[in-house]
């Protein structure tokens, strides 16, 4: 996995690149990570020093293709085109610099995977995201969003075994005691994120013990990407700082609540002046979302099963969607139904419209997940899709007659299933392309191999390690 110099050629700097030196010279930065996500959701990548960044920032840093192959348990698949031969360079996104609150003397950049010609990779997730919101682009629409996530705050203590998470609190949901037992950690999250530039919302102690929920405010697709994957190094580092550990695994004790980290979206014009989802004023009927968002809905719920298989990515993922925990279990749709996969919130303003998509969490890898939404969104718009009647009921207290005659079926209740109803859709297949799509498959059917085998422990504890 040695470097080695590229032969493309070494472009002049540009303004923000050389701005970029002079804070690293001024803040005492020696080292910067070049931050990429994997099919198996990891965050990775590798840091070059100060001394090296100019040219760095040019050229990256020389990568083996077979990281793209590889699990969360840091097992390599055969994947054809991503074995010991070959390299790619991770080159950072100058628009994304930040220096690590919690990390002294490092800072980061998001990065894309590219060939040694400087071309996107056929594998790397941020380029399929970035083509996603270019195809929407071309129809005339740009895509706000924000990732919502949830993560559980405790301490890795051993036992007979392997080690289990234990919660800092035993608290009730919103309780005041949760904030107080918290509070010193939360402060420090606060100020770190605002800091690296994420607008920090809104921040409570959620249902499950040690439990925390602090959303940031949405952006545009890419830079909402972005936000998931500084959100998560961040939660995780100013814990490690404090001598604890944060996990957003989707499920990291089994008997408490799970870690969603449900995506907000809105669909703007061209210019990003008008929200198309919102409904007209006084509109027929008080609908609660336009004609146009309603296609938009109808084509997450015809691609759900197979979408869920990058949104929630993980055998994890698979504890928390379940009926009645509000992580959404059937696939529907509904003014402000929190057991509906795809939730119309009320509007907090005239014309703030936004969808709620539920069946995600941090354990998917941010680029893919959310490039794979817009583009079941956008088929939804291209062939007028009909979402059929929202629910306003939990779908679970339905009979199985009503669920099926009002189209309501259940997402998929493992990993596998998901991963065939993914191979299945040929929109999503088409999208990911021959390589990405081959590799993101075989990571995540090894996986379900390798906790198959395993017991219930095995896979908590991976899960809330790596996530």
């Known amino acids: 996995m040695r470097d080695r110099p590229t032969a493309r050629e070494i472009q002049p700097l540009d303004p923000a690149a050389r701005r970029i030196l002079e804070r690293t010279e001024i803040e005492g930065i020696e080292l910067i990570r070049f931050l990429y996500a994997d099919h198996g959701g990891v965050i990775r990548g590798k840091a ?89 682009a071309g129809e005339g629409y740009t895509l706000m969003a924000a990732f919502e996530p949830e993560f559980t705050l405790g301490r890795r203590l051993p036992t007979e075994g392997l080690e289990r998470l234990a919660p800092i609190d035993d608290s009730l949901c919103y309780a005041t005691t949760g904030f107080d037992i918290a509070h010193d950690y939360a402060m420090r999250l ?123 990515g993980t055998v994890n993922s698979y504890r928390r969607l379940s009926p009645r925990m509000w992580s959404s279990a059937y696939a529907c749709y509904g003014p402000d139904n929190r057991e509906a996969a795809v939730r119309v919130c009320s509007p907090l303003t005239e014309g703030a419209t936004n969808l709620e998509f539920k069946p995600a969490d941090s354990s998917a890898n941010p680029y893919l997940a959310l490039g794979a939404v817009i583009h079941a969104g956008l088929d939804g718009i291209r062939r007028r899709l009909d979402p059929g009647d929202p629910v306003t009921v939990d779908p679970d207290t339905l009979s199985d007659a ?62 809330f390690r790596v996530f």
């Not at 990281?67 to 070959?86: F, I």
């Not at 995977?113 to 941020?126: E, K, S």
């Not at 008080?286 to 968002?293: E, K, R, V």
């Open 48 to 136: 070059t020093s100060r001394a090296r960044l100019s040219e760095r920032l040019g050229t990256g840093i020389g990568h083996t293709v077979a990281m793209m192959a590889m699990n969360m348990l840091d097992q390599l698949q055969p994947v054809e085109g991503m074995g010991p031969v070959g390299e790619v360079r991770i080159v950072p996104d100058v628009a994304t610099f930040v220096p690590l609150p919690y990390a002294p003397g490092a800072a980061a950049m998001l990065s894309d995977l590219r060939t040694q010609d400087g071309r996107p990779w056929a594998a790397c997730p941020r380029s399929f995201l970035r083509d996603a919101v270019a195809e929407l």
């Open 190 to 312: 606060v100020r770190a994120l605002e800091t690296q530039g994420l607008r920090v919302e809104h921040y409570h102690p959620e249902l499950g013990h040690g439990q925390q929920e602090l959303s940031i405010r949405h952006a545009p697709a890419l830079r909402a990407a972005d936000n998931q994957v500084i959100y998560r190094e961040t939660v995780r580092g100013i814990a490690l700082r404090m001598s604890m550990w944060a996990s957003l695994a989707p499920k990291p004790i089994a008997d408490q609540a799970g870690n969603g980290a449900h995506i907000h979206l809105s669909l703007w014009d061209s210019e990003g002046k008008t929200n198309l989802f919102a409904p007209a004023p006084g509109g027929e009927g008080g609908a609660a979302l336009s004609d146009l968002g309603g296609h938009f809905v109808a084509g997450l719920l015809a691609h759900l099963p197979a979408l869920v298989a990058l949104t929630a």
């Open 402 to 463: 009503d669920r099926s005659r009002a189209g309501i079926h259940r997402l998929p209740a493992t990993l596998p299933e998901a991963l065939d109803a993914l191979e299945s859709d040929e929109l999503l297949m088409e999208a990911l392309g021959p390589l990405r799509r081959t590799a993101y498959l075989a990571v995540k059917r090894s996986e379900a191999a390798a906790f198959a085998a395993h017991d219930a422990s095995y896979e908590l504890f991976h899960h």
